[in-house]
């Protein structure tokens, strides 16, 4: 009993991170219909720029080293997808497929030079005191407070951006934009402006996840093919753009990844497949997106 | 048109076929080995995993990104099977049978992502074949009794006969050109077949390709399946050209190396995913002379960039361009 409470309970944080990072790429792919093929280069980069930030801080013993690196990384990860929008993807608005291979081509980019500056070494962030350590489950016994948190944030995530989407101006022209980008242009909104806000907020939610991944794991090299993945899998189960089908997507496939590692450890990654190609076979447009 | 694309592409065929010898007038004789064995001999096995795509694309308008892994179930099962492969997982066969096991088994895996995929189109075809095309990475990384994990399987030397050893670069490269020769005229009958331009009205419209009383979800299947067959042949000659086979070879960095391939090439014919590939062999291998040896995939992740910022039908439409800008200069 305890086993499947601490597997369900592991399946639940490891969805978490994967809601925030998958968050990030349903947003982008909601609005601007860019499939984002650098998300998991973003996910890296605010890795290991927010761990530059950390390191020398935390070695100094700074309370607050775990809060600037995250900041810096998510801050990092913000500007670097609003340059992308702003200087490379706006222009070829529309062509969908040209703007997924101008990611791929950074995300190569990205990637080697992030294994140029800082190496193949793995890194990890030490939480802060506050939410380090293990808290006492009911049922389960101890437990990484962590990776607790992990599930508050992720929750944070999710709520935050029902609020920005359904009670903001931005989230107002956001979801006007999805359904009608030229009306929404010829009500006087700046649509590229909302289009470059969208994709920096994209992008802040991969580098969010890549801070707390890190934290709650090694961040090495080769992490950006794993969470583009999950993004990927992620959004197709749930339905493109939506947040609650995020959220489901996530759950799923990170309950099925801990059961499955459980039970039959080498054959797991099939159970995850079995859901994608099952949601696809009987609903295209994913559990919970829109035909 | 046609048939004068087709008589130049027999010339470039036949002046490949002799180009080895050429070389080996030309230059020092390890130099000319190792342009025909690590640079010809390897665009050309790279290139036909590239054409599957591009055959795809051009014909279909299916930007698939499964092509590599397809190519690696192909290699995979030969190695599997094969008997002297390291470590031994199955065994027993002679390449006479386990190459064409392979070969089956890609056209399988071809036909399976293809009806997996059915249903979609454009950017979601692009996400849903990268995302099979993970998974079956991850599989394959993660399982140690069927795929040997990490580490791959090792020692698939290539059939040996007297007087035929595919280990020597000539034999290797003439068997590899054969094959790609062959596959790249089939492809040239087969879209100009009826199921070819059946393909070609999907692309354009599937819906009137519908009202007319073809069914589109098969030969949306099918053209998978032809992709997968000869991604299939691709991946078995660079499973002999590596002399084995492990995860790296069809994980995303591969993955993405066919894309950039026929993206550099040109997907509008599937001559220029034998282009691309000799750009980016041509590249990985002097990448040290030019820029950083360890900086490769900056490189041609550069040149990728600006290929698909500036001319996005590739060198095909780069050489298209300068023959009609010569063509007016004459006018």
Redesign the interface.
């Known amino acids: 009993m305890d086993l499947a409470a601490t597997i369900v309970l592991n399946g639940l944080t490891l969805a978490a991170l994967y809601f925030i990072v998958a968050s990030g790429f349903s947003l982008i792919f909601g609005l601007m219909r860019v499939v984002n093929m650098a998300h998991g280069a973003m996910y890296m980069v605010a890795g290991y720029v927010g761990y530059s930030v950390f390191e020398p801080l935390y070695d100094r013993g700074a309370w607050y080293a775990w809060y600037a690196g995250l900041g810096v990384g998510v801050a990092f990860a913000a500007a670097f997808g609003a340059l992308v929008q702003k200087l490379l993807l706006g222009w070829m608005q529309g062509q969908e497929l040209r703007q997924a291979l101008v990611t791929i081509g950074l995300s190569i980019i990205v990637a080697d030079q992030l294994l140029a500056v800082y190496g193949g070494t793995p890194r990890q962030f030490f939480a802060p005191d506050a939410i380090f350590g293990s808290t006492q489950v009911p049922g389960i016994g101890g437990y990484p407070t962590f990776r607790l948190v992990q599930i508050g944030i992720a929750v944070a995530v999710g709520l935050g951006l029902w609020l920005v989407l359904n009670r903001t101006k931005l989230g107002m022209m956001i979801r006007a934009g999805v359904d009608d980008r030229q009306m929404l242009g010829a009500c006087g909104v700046n649509v590229p402006l909302v289009g470059v806000a969208v994709f920096s907020l994209g992008a802040a939610l991969a580098g969010l996840g890549g801070v707390i991944g890190a934290t709650a794991q090694p961040l090495a090299q080769g992490a950006d093919g794993r969470f583009l993945l999950i993004s990927l899998v992620v959004v197709i189960v749930g339905g493109m753009g939506s947040v609650t089908g995020t959220a489901l997507g996530a759950v799923l496939i990170g309950l099925a990844e801990q059961i499955g590692q459980a039970m039959f450890p080498t054959y797991s990654v099939i159970l995850t497949f079995v859901i994608m190609v099952a949601v696809l076979a009987l609903r295209p447009q994913g559990m919970l997106g829109r035909a | 048109m046609r048939s004068a694309a087709a008589t130049w592409s027999l010339l470039g065929v036949l002046a490949l076929l002799a180009l080895p010898w050429l070389l080996a007038q030309v230059l020092p004789a390890g130099q000319a080995q190792f342009w025909t064995a690590n640079i010809l001999g390897r665009a050309i096995v790279f290139g036909i995993i590239a054409m599957s795509l591009t055959f795809l694309a051009t014909y279909g308008g299916f930007?698939s990104l499964a092509q590599m892994m397809i190519a690696g179930v192909a290699g995979y099962v030969l190695a599997i099977f094969v008997d002297g492969a390291v470590p031994r997982i199955v065994g027993g066969l002679g390449y006479s049978l386990a190459v064409p096991l392979g070969l089956v088994a890609a056209t399988a895996m071809g036909l399976l992502v293809g009806a997996?995929?059915v249903?979609?189109r454009?950017?979601?075809l692009?996400?849903?074949t990268?995302?099979?095309a993970?998974?079956v990475f991850?599989?394959v990384e993660?399982?140690?009794?069927w795929f040997n994990g990490y580490e791959g399987i090792r020692n698939v030397v290539g059939p040996a006969m007297p007087g035929f050893d595919v280990r020597d670069p000539m034999v290797f490269y003439h068997v590899a050109l054969g094959t790609a020769a062959l596959l790249y005229f089939g492809v040239l009958y087969l879209v100009r077949s009826p199921f070819g331009l059946v393909l070609q009205g999907i692309r354009d419209n599937p819906r009137r390709v519908a009202a007319l009383g073809y069914s589109v979800a098969l030969h949306r299947i099918a053209a998978f399946g032809v992709a997968g067959f000869i991604a299939g042949c691709g991946g078995t000659l660079s499973t002999i050209y590596n002399i084995g086979i492990s995860p790296g070879t069809i994980?995303?960095g591969a993955t993405?190396n066919v894309?950039?391939m026929s993206?550099i090439g040109g997907l509008g014919h599937p001559v220029g995913a034998f282009i691309g590939s000799l750009i980016f062999t041509v590249f990985d291998t002097f990448a040290a002379t030019i820029y950083d040896r360890?900086?490769?995939?900056?490189l041609?992740?550069?040149v990728?960039?600006v290929i698909?910022?500036v001319s996005?039908d590739g060198a095909i439409g780069i050489g298209a361009r300068l023959r009609r800008l010569l063509a007016a200069g004459r006018r």
């Open positions: 930007v997996i995929s249903r979609t454009d950017i979601y692009l996400m849903i990268l995302a099979l993970m998974g991850r599989f993660t399982n140690i009794a994980g995303l993405v894309l950039i993206v360890d900086r490769f995939n900056t041609i992740g550069l990728f960039l698909v910022l996005p």
